[in-house]
């Protein structure tokens, strides 16, 4: 049952325009959302996040907006560069389980190629 | 600051055999989580330790899969024994929290990529 999808594996946009990846969920109960990237040979890496009583954040050239209606989320990136090049997770958190626990549920992820 | 280190970065072994892999977290984490990541997919997390004590091993496979945490800071995954399917790359993350992603505070190592035979 997967609860955080990315149903693009693949995006490939040119550089200077934007890359938007998107994400859907179906657990009401995810409070906070988050987008990590991931290049090759390397662990993800933390990017942006956005609480569920948010609809966008921004930083920099990176956007994440929220849609809780319609359980969506999206990257925006703006302009896209070649180093922008990665797999992008989104990830959602749960709530509290076994032990005080909470989890991270990740999707599988988009690859993005930003070409020259 | 050192991040996540992890070892082997890679292994491949046959069927039934076992292998073990270590994760240092960044130091003065006290949350370590051991994630699987099959090709394709995203992390799955598979255990998580506060200090040394686990949280939440909910999905390990405990009947192959053990992981310790003795002294709060290293921590040891081990297969035994090992199926073609454990084929994955399996990610160590440490945070300062126990609220697991919060504001992103979640630090991956590198991985270490497990070939079944």
């Known amino acids: 049952d997967q609860q955080v999808k990315q149903n693009s594996p693949s995006l490939s946009v040119q550089e200077g325009r934007i890359s938007i990846l998107n994400c859907d969920y179906t657990?009401?109960?995810?409070?906070?959302f988050l987008w990590y990237k991931k290049y090759p040979a390397e662990g993800p890496t933390f990017l942006i996040s956005?609480?569920?009583?948010?609809d966008k954040n921004e930083d920099g050239r990176f956007t994440v907006f929220l849609n809780k209606s319609a359980k969506h989320l999206s990257l925006h990136i703006v302009p896209s560069q070649p180093g922008d090049s990665a797999v992008y997770f989104c990830a959602a958190r749960g709530p509290f389980s076994s032990g005080s626990a909470r989890q991270l549920t990740f999707g599988s992820g988009t690859q993005l190629t930003v070409l020259p | 600051e050192a991040g996540v280190a992890q070892s082997p970065r890679y292994k491949i072994i046959e069927k039934r055999q076992s292998v073990a892999f270590w994760c240092n977290p960044i130091?003065?984490?006290?949350?370590l989580y051991w994630y699987q990541q099959i090709l394709g997919q995203g992390p799955k997390l598979l255990i998580q330790?506060?200090?040394?004590?686990?949280?939440?091993d909910s999905q390990l496979p405990k009947d192959r899969f053990s992981a310790e945490r003795l002294k709060g800071v290293d921590s040891t995954l081990k297969i035994q024994p090992a199926k073609l399917e454990d084929s994955a790359v399996y990610l160590c993350?440490?945070?300062?929290?126990?609220?697991?992603?919060?504001?992103?505070?979640?630090?991956f190592g590198e991985g270490s990529r497990l070939t079944v035979l």
């Open positions: 130091s003065g984490h006290a949350t």
């Open positions: 657990n009401s109960m995810f409070d906070y």
């Open positions: 956005i609480s569920s009583i948010k």
């Open positions: 993350a440490s945070s300062h929290s126990r609220l697991a992603g919060g504001l992103g505070e979640l630090f």
């Open positions: 330790f506060q200090n040394n004590g686990v949280v939440d």
